[in-house]
């Protein structure tokens, strides 16, 4: 399912205080600068990026703080990043600079919670989020259309618990241990109640 988050979501949402990074959460943070953005989702011109974040891994936040320029006659809200599963199956587009319809440079940062927005997803078992940079318009006459000056985006996840790994042998060593502490302890309770 596509969704599209653009950086008023995102703003709402932070004012607001309702993102919170919980205990079990990981962070990637990804420096964008120097990113060119060319043509529309797809285009083979395009910037992708690819991270392992373990099978099934469960994206929850998004913020971002970055300096985009739109060559003209292209516009700043052209300026679009997709961040998808590999079978598209979870999908977010941010769009932070949604309200500049002019070429230019502009700075632009917000942070959103997905759950709370109801744009979260899980990742395939191939535990890989793919980014790509594209423009919702490509204006045909420029290459690259814009260019992603500088900043981070920062995603939050929460790495999934695979139930088929096996414990390692000093995990296996500890609940022995444990085990024998307890039977130990019931059986000195029962020689006492005797």
Same mark, same amino acid.
């Given at each position: ?10 703003? @709402? ?9 919980? #205990? ?21 011109? /395009? $910037? ?8 099934? #891994? ?7 703080? $970055? ?5 003209? &006659? ?40 997905? $759950? ?13 989020? /793919? ?8 204006? &045909? ?11 981070? $985006? ?5 790495? @999934?618990?695979?139930? /088929?790994?096996?414990?390692? &042998? ?15 302890? @019931? ?8």
């Amino acid at each position: 399912m596509r969704k599209h988050l653009i950086g008023a979501a995102f703003a @709402a949402l932070a004012s607001a205080s309702l993102f919170a990074t919980p #205990a079990s959460a990981a962070t990637l943070v990804i420096d964008v600068s120097g990113i060119d953005s060319y043509g529309g989702f797809g285009d083979p011109s /395009n $910037v992708l990026l690819s991270y392992d974040l373990g099978a099934f #891994a469960h994206i929850t936040g998004i913020s971002y703080d $970055v300096t985009l320029t739109a060559f003209s &006659p292209s516009w700043l809200s052209e300026m679009v990043l997709a961040f998808t599963s590999s079978s598209f199956d979870g999908w977010v587009e941010l769009t932070p600079a949604f309200v500049d319809e002019d070429p230019g440079t502009g700075s632009y940062s917000g942070s959103g919670d997905l $759950v709370a927005l109801g744009l979260d997803f899980k990742l395939d078992g191939d535990g890989l989020l /793919n980014l790509e940079f594209f423009e919702s318009f490509d204006d &045909p006459f420029i290459s690259p259309d814009g260019l992603w000056n500088s900043g981070t $985006v920062t995603i939050t996840y929460a790495p @999934a618990v695979d139930p /088929n790994v096996v414990p390692e &042998p000093a995990t296996w060593v500890m609940l022995i241990a444990g085990f024998g502490l307890i039977g130990t302890a @019931a059986r000195r309770r029962r020689n006492a109640a005797a």
